[in-house]
Nanobody, 126 residues
């Protein structure tokens, strides 16, 4: 059982930056690929970014590419999401997920993840 705890959300103005963190409980954290998803009110949870076990392979949604950067520090059991040039449409609850699935094609899908955090709210005002 892996417990994930997100932090770093908040209320910011458009154009600002935020850095989200997700800390995992397991010593085997490095064996999981990690993903960031977000869910706005009335919408489905959507993929934002994913990172492989070593941190070398990274994948982004089109909406995040060029503005968001995913990274991880396995020594700290932590994955990060640096979000720059935030827009009002980025407003959502952001979740991190952990998956043991090795096929990166699956990392874009909610169903691929074995564990989820409770999320952190990001609100971007115009």
């Amino acid at each position: 059982q892996v417990t994930l705890v997100e932090s770093g959300g908040g209320l910011v103005q458009a154009g600002a930056s935020l850095k989200l963190s997700c800390v995992g409980s397991e010593r085997t954290f490095s064996t999981y690929a990690m993903g960031w998803f977000r869910q706005a009110p009335g919408k489905e949870r959507e993929f934002v970014a994913a990172i492989g076990r070593s941190g070398t392979n990274k994948y982004y949604a089109a909406s995040a590419k060029g503005r968001f950067t995913v990274s991880r520090d396995n020594a700290k059991n932590t994955v990060y999401l640096q979000m720059d040039t935030l827009k009002p449409e980025d407003t959502a609850v952001y979740f991190c997920g952990a998956t043991l699935r090795g096929d990166f094609h699956l990392w874009y899908t909610v169903a691929a993840y074995d564990y989820w955090g409770r999320g952190t709210q990001v609100t971007v005002s115009s």
